[in-house]
């Protein structure tokens, strides 16, 4: 997976190299199964058609030409379209709520805001709705595991606070059934699983408790 901050670089063999801008965010799609990334280029630059990226054996999809954005905007996930499907987004601050995949369809290439942001709040997660439970973890490594039905369906909005904290911010919601456990993948594509995770069910807007021992840093 392209590591956040490889230099984007337009010839490869001329001295000096001519850095046209740096890989800005990084992820492993389990979605897509595969790595995906986003950039910071140079205005002037033909975006779509003249990066390559210097970085051995390491390989990415670039999705510049697909989305219209401003240039430091944050991907944060990607997901293949199903009618029935339905997506949980999340805030920074804690707030969301579920929106189904039929409310986020657009025929624009800038597509259209779902989530109501304050000025200090940014869209931070999101996960597929595939169980009937739901966890959310803090920059604190705080998590609180409570039931779908606690969070409203909505088309657009703020939502509601999904987890407290006295430091940090939230850092990912995922939707999980809880007789199977739960799976934890980490930004490099390993998995883990965690079926004891009695103690962290609770109520949407709890703090949570510390994550289990072994839970990943890097998901």
Known sequence: MLEE????????????????????????????????YDRAVKEA????????VDHASKK?????PVVSKVQY??????????QKDELIIASKNGYGFIVSFDDLISNRKGGKQILNLSNDDIAMSSAK???????VIGENKKMVIFEKEELPRMTRGKGV???????????????FSYEKGLNIIDKNGRSRHFDDIENWL???????????????RNF
């Open 45 to 52: 630059v033909d975006e779509a058609n003249l990066i390559k």
């Open 129 to 135: 709705l595939e169980g009937a439970h739901i966890a």
């Open 5 to 36: 901050g490889a230099q984007i670089v337009a010839e490869t063999n001329k001295k000096p190299i001519e850095m046209l801008g740096h890989v800005t965010s990084s992820y492993y799609s389990p979605n897509l199964k595969k790595s995906i």
């Open 202 to 216: 609770g109520k949407r807007g709890q703090a949570g408790k510390k994550v289990p021992k072994g839970f990943p």
């Open 60 to 64: 990415g999809d670039h999705i510049g």
């Open 73 to 82: 905007d944050k991907i944060i996930s990607l997901y293949s379209f199903k």
């Open 161 to 175: 606070k999904l987890q407290k904290y006295k430091e940090g911010n939230l850092k990912s919601v995922l939707s």
